[in-house]
């Protein structure tokens, strides 16, 4: 089975802290993704990596970087969290069989007050 | 660019009625299509996928969904709901290499009794 894992599954933090949010995965996989998940505005792309130390930004990457040392972990860094960036983030991973499928972690919840 | 458009964010439907959850994407290649399904407080499971092979697409749990190119759709139905089947519903879109997906909003489905 595929492992997507996500360090944190719920975390508060205070406006203007450093959050860090770690991805990792047993799948060997060169492509990794981070997503925020928002009521009414679905799954939006913060950054993606198609490989180590490769990324690119998404669609909303405003406040937030990455990080991809190795090719297992992903990090989702907000320098300075704001209000607006609780969230759900989730990471995914695509099917190594190139199916399409993609398979999430359990997601992290972050609130920032 | 690629987009998708989910063009109701509720749908209510009696049990044992027909299920139509609705979907317009705007691709410049030859798009990949998923429909993903999300049970409250649980994770993404991928519904169905069309790849390119036949335009009618059978998933899981007796939902379909059909590819009309010429509509630039992929709209999902069920013919006959369950109380089971009340969950949020995403479109997704990808491009042909799986580097990126894109979703929609979201479609919060509720069955009535």
């Known amino acids: 089975d595929v492992k997507v894992t996500q360090s944190s599954r719920y975390l508060v933090k205070r406006t203007g802290e450093k959050v860090f949010l770690e991805c990792v995965q047993d799948?060997?996989?060169?492509?990794m993704f981070w997503y925020r998940q928002d009521p009414g505005l679905g799954l939006r792309l913060i950054y993606f990596?198609?490989?180590?130390?490769?990324?690119e930004k998404g669609d909303i990457p405003e406040g937030y970087s990455v990080s991809r040392e190795k090719k297992e972990r992903f990090s989702l860094i907000l320098e300075s969290a704001s209000t607006n960036q609780t969230s759900m983030y989730l990471c995914a991973i695509p099917d190594r069989g190139r199916t399409g499928e993609l398979f999430f972690g359990e997601g992290s919840r972050l609130t920032v007050l | 660019a690629q987009s998708v458009t989910q063009l109701d964010s509720h749908v209510s439907v009696s049990e044992g009625t027909p299920v139509l959850l609705r979907c317009n994407y705007s691709s410049s290649y030859s798009p990949s299509l998923f429909w993903y399904v999300q049970h409250p407080n649980k994770g993404l499971q991928l519904l169905l996928k069309?790849?390119?092979?036949?335009?009618l697409v059978k998933g899981i749990n007796g939902f379909e969904a059909e590819f009309k190119k010429s509509e630039t759709s992929f709209h999902l139905t069920k013919p006959s709901a369950h109380m089971s089947d009340a969950a949020e519903y995403f479109c997704?879109?990808?491009?042909?290499?799986?580097?990126?997906?894109?979703f929609g909003s979201g479609t919060k489905l509720n069955v009535k009794p």
């Open positions: 799948m060997d996989h060169e492509n």
């Open positions: 990596s198609y490989d180590v130390k490769m990324k």
């Open positions: 069309y790849t390119s092979a036949a335009t």
């Open positions: 997704v879109v990808s491009e042909a290499n799986f580097n990126k997906f894109y």
